[in-house]
């Protein structure tokens, strides 16, 4: 694997910490806390190796991929918007996802509960907009 195969390795990583949280919703609202808690704690770690993949391809290339504005003018307020607030979520997600896990790790349960009604649908906006930004970036706009 080659540093150019990050953006690809990082969209993976993205659509598969949103397959986990939806599963891990589905599951808690089905009451399987077991099974929830093995589902989130398989997010992080999977958002954790993107975090650590995404600044890895950030920190060893100097390339930066812009999105062609001229040849799709029509589309660029809306890839825009996307990305801003795809950037600004992701800041934010950080802390929320260490402060609901560890909620739930000292099982505060009710503290936890009320942080991830937030946490899950940024976390979950951040992962699925980050794969639309690379399918924009890398395949429709190639």
Known sequence: MSITDLPSL???LNGV???LLLSGWVAIR???VAVHKKLMI???TTSAVFLASYLTHHIKTEAVTAFPSDRFPSM???YFTI???HTILA???LPLVIITLRHA????IHQHRRMARWTLPIWLYVSVTGVIIYLTLYVWCV
């Open 10 to 12: 990082n969209a993976t």
């Open 83 to 85: 990305l801003i607030s």
């Open 76 to 78: 660029a307020p809306v």
């Open 30 to 32: 089905n009451q399987r």
């Open 17 to 19: 910490a949103a397959c």
């Open 91 to 93: 800041v934010v997600t």
């Open 105 to 108: 790790l000292k099982d505060r």
């Open 42 to 44: 398989a997010a992080v």
